[in-house]
């Protein structure tokens, strides 16, 4: 069964979300704040961890950071009162995986919590299977038993975070950020650019179709 830690110091939010998780057949722990919360990672295997970022004694960031710079590469969705770039990049940068603002959304919050697990285990594994095409996260290759393609890097990272999310719109800025970087000097057209490129080499393959999604941005479809 899959373990996820709720780290929040608000009792109350804390309760919701730990029984709507429980509901959904997730073993759930809680912790008041960061310090508890490595307390509870010294014996306990995590499997997610879900933490504000405004807590007494050791905040949501200082957390994430310290996990990640103790190796721990466990999902982290933070929630956060603000809905600001910077502090979204200041989140990104110390290594949390996903965001979402307050108030709550606990049907949302079930849905990212189940994307997140999916990836967790997706890159674990460092393969990605789709009907009869997998792609290969350390070789950069995708392949069915008709062909195999080595892709640039920027290309496979981009192919592989569109079909590791299925049907989900990402924007052209969400894109560069992750897979180029948050410090990137490149521009947007850049993801336009590989998206073609994607699809010229790519168009044998009939299990999934890169989507525009005219002013928002990219999805992958799955065809199978």
Known sequence: MVTILVVEDDKNLQKLMMAVLNQNRYNVLGAKDGIHALEILETTHIDLIICDIMMPN???YTLTDTLRKSNYNLPILMITAKETLEDKKRGFLVGTDDYMVKPIDMDEM?????????RSRIMNEHKLTIGEVVLEYDTLTIYNK???IVLPK?????LFKLLSYPRKIFTRQQLMDE????EAETDE??????IKRLREKLSSFA???IVTVRGLGYKAEIRI
């Open 58 to 60: 050791m905040d949501g």
């Open 110 to 118: 079930l849905l990212r919590v189940a994307a997140l697990l999916r």
């Open 146 to 148: 008709e062909e195999t």
């Open 154 to 158: 920027k290309e496979f990272y981009l």
């Open 179 to 182: 897979i180029w970087g948050l």
């Open 189 to 194: 057209r850049t993801v336009d650019v590989h």
């Open 207 to 209: 299990e999934f179709e």
